[in-house]
Every structure is written in C-alpha cells, then in structure tokens.
C-alpha cells in the first residue's frame, strides 16, 4: 500500500445509527481530493464503539462507494473475534485488514507475534499490523515487525508512535520484504515519507485531504522542500484534532469545512463552543491561510 490513507469517521444520524448517505458523500469527497485508499473501522472511526455487525455494514458502504483500495479495521482483543471480523469484511469489500495490537492483558512481542502470524495463516486477506501506544500503552517493536514481515500475508504496519526513530528503523528492518510502512502521525508524514516510508493513515486527512495528499505527490516527484512545507502548514491542524480534541475534534472540524458527520458515540462527547471556536481559528489558518 503508498499514498496517503484516511482512518474515514464514522457518521451517525440523530438516532445514533450509521448516516450511510452521508458516509457515501464522505467517501466520494475524499476520493476527489486525491486520497490513495480509505481505512474504515479505525479510532478515528471509533471502531472500540461500534458493534462487530456495524463495521462489516460500514465496509460494506465504503467499498461500494470507491474503486480505492479499502483497508478495514478488524481488531478486537481477542483472536476468534479478530479472525470473524476479518472474514466478514473480507466479504464485504476489503481489501486488507488492519488490526491492532490487543492490549488488555499486556501481552508481550513474542505473543503478539504468534497472534498475527496465526491470523494471517487464516485470514482471506493481507493483514497489516496497527501500534498505536496512544492507546494500547504499548509500541509493536520494529525488531517483532520485521519478523512478521517475512509471511506472505503480512502486508505491513500503521506505525503511530509518532518517533521518527522507530519509523526508521522499521524502514531499515524490512528492507526488501514485500511490507509497507506507513506513516499514523500527521505531525511527522513528511519526515517518514523522506526516510522511506511508503505512506500514511492519517486522522488529519479526514478533516483536509487536499493538504494531506498533497504531501505524498510532492514526496512521491521528489519535491522534499515543499512536502516539508506542506506538512509543517498542517502541524497544528493535525494537533488540534489528535493530541488536543481527538476523535470529537475530527468531527467538529469536518461540520467546520461543511461537511457534517453527526456527534461522537457515547462515552465521548462532542467539543464545548470554546473548544469549537478555537477549531475553527486553527482550521481557517491552515485551509485559507
């Protein structure tokens, strides 16, 4: 997988059910703003929240909505549930799984290692691994990547760490392994991408997608000045609505740019005004500025 993917939102309508029409038009307006592939059932599609018939109904919409590659997030903490997950949004229309690392019970590389090589024997589909320390407070070693890197049908990782350092190392590990390393912070796209990462899956990229493909097409024609400029206009986008406001932020910030998606799932709530207003000095900056 390269380009630039987006972990798409999930929209809901007053009832708290899936907006599918809004969903669809959210795919067609990330597709014309030059997205490379889409990601449903990520955390910014607050996949924790959503029943397991929920993310195969979400596959479903997105897959029938784009001809782009579609990378469903099948990770639950178990392994039966993963696998099931897995199977049904392979039916749907995936065409990869992204799973992340269970965390409950703190298990180690070696076990998480086992886990992945088991559910890539089995599953329909390429599988690309997903650390996210953020939230499993714990990181997928770079040495346990390149591991699993060797089966054929582990695809590659989203990388969320946000350390340049382990972004390299993964690129220097896999080396010549059919893997793909992409880049899960929006803070450092730019940098990974000139280390040799081969793309992103970026929570920013759901809020402004023209920015955020642009990066990898200046990358991608050796334009490295401009990509790193690119990305240094979004930096503070992409902390307002990560590190700052999250999933909530996402949200608000699309109603911003027009393009409402309905309010987050219990027990996250949408953004106060206060919260909103500074969004949207954030958002006007980097859009319009």
Known sequence: ???????????????????????????????????????????????PLLTPDERVRLVEIVSEAT?????????????????????????????????????????????????YRDLADASPIPIYLYSVPKFTDRALSPDTAAALATHDDIAGIKDSSGSLESLQRL???????????????????????????????LAVANV??????????????????????????????????TARYGVPGVKAALSLRERPVGTPRRPLRPLDDAAVADLESVLAETIEG
């Open 171 to 201: 690129v220097r590990l896999t080396r010549g392994e059919e893997f793909s390393v992409l880049v899960g912070s929006g803070s450092v796209y730019a940098a990974g991408l000139a280390i040799g990462a081969d793309g992103g899956v």
């Open 67 to 115: 001809d782009l590659p579609v990378v469903a997030g099948t990770g639950h903490e178990g392994f039966d549930p993963t696998l099931e997950t897995t199977v049904r949004a392979a039916e749907a229309g995936a065409d990869a799984a992204l799973v992340v690392t269970p965390s409950y019970y703190g298990s180690d590389d070696e076990v998480l290692a086992a886990y």
């Open 208 to 241: 402004a997608p023209e920015r955020a493909s642009a990066i990898y097409r200046a990358h991608r024609d050796d334009r490295a000045a401009e990509a790193r400029s690119r990305n240094m206009d979004l930096v503070e986008l992409n902390r307002a609505v």
């Open 1 to 47: 997988m390269h380009g630039t993917g987006v972990p798409i939102v999930t929209p809901f309508d007053e009832s708290g059910s899936i907006d599918e029409s809004t969903l669809t038009d959210l795919v067609r307006w990330l597709e014309g703003a030059g997205i490379d592939f889409l990601v449903p059932c990520g955390s910014t599609g607050e996949a």
